[in-house]
């Protein structure tokens, strides 16, 4: 059988119904860039490894990334200033936060 976007779509939402559509679209992506033959995933178990790893992987970038969007949010609302050395910081993780997302959904080593 051959494993088609659509078709993982599916299954995802039969493993957690609750999954807005952009979940199922951004799991169906991380998946589908993390195995080397999509047709592994017709095998419940291979799928439900995949889906655990994905979804893991997309919660722990989304509370990096809000995270780092609070800390950012705070440096903005401070107007105008000169940075000091913590707020580097927090622009510098921000960076390799949004690199981290990157290099998740592309499967691509980033330069960050």
Same mark, same amino acid.
């Given at each position: 059988?051959?494993?088609?976007?659509?078709?993982? +779509? *599916?299954?995802?939402?039969?493993?957690?119904?609750?999954?807005?559509? &952009?979940?199922?679209?951004?799991?169906?992506?991380?998946?589908? &860039?993390?195995?080397?033959?999509?047709?592994?995933?017709?095998?419940?178990?291979?799928?439900?490894?995949? #889906?655990?790893?994905?979804?893991?992987?997309?919660?722990? +970038? =989304?509370?990096?990334? =809000? +995270?780092?969007?609070?800390?950012?949010?705070?440096?903005?609302?401070?107007?105008?200033?000169?940075?000091?050395?913590?707020?580097? #910081?927090?622009?510098?993780?921000?960076? *390799?936060?949004? =690199?981290?997302?990157?290099?998740?959904?592309?499967?691509?080593?980033?330069? +960050?």
């Amino acid at each position: 059988m051959h494993m088609t976007c659509h078709e993982l +779509a *599916k299954r995802l939402l039969t493993l957690q119904p609750s999954l807005l559509p &952009t979940d199922v679209a951004r799991l169906s992506l991380l998946i589908l &860039t993390q195995v080397s033959d999509a047709d592994q995933l017709t095998d419940p178990a291979q799928l439900t490894t995949a #889906w655990k790893n994905a979804s893991f992987r997309l919660e722990a +970038a =989304s509370d990096q990334h =809000s +995270a780092v969007a609070d800390e950012l949010e705070s440096i903005c609302s401070d107007g105008p200033t000169e940075f000091s050395p913590d707020q580097l #910081w927090v622009l510098l993780r921000a960076v *390799k936060v949004q =690199s981290q997302l990157l290099e998740l959904y592309t499967d691509q080593p980033s330069l +960050a």
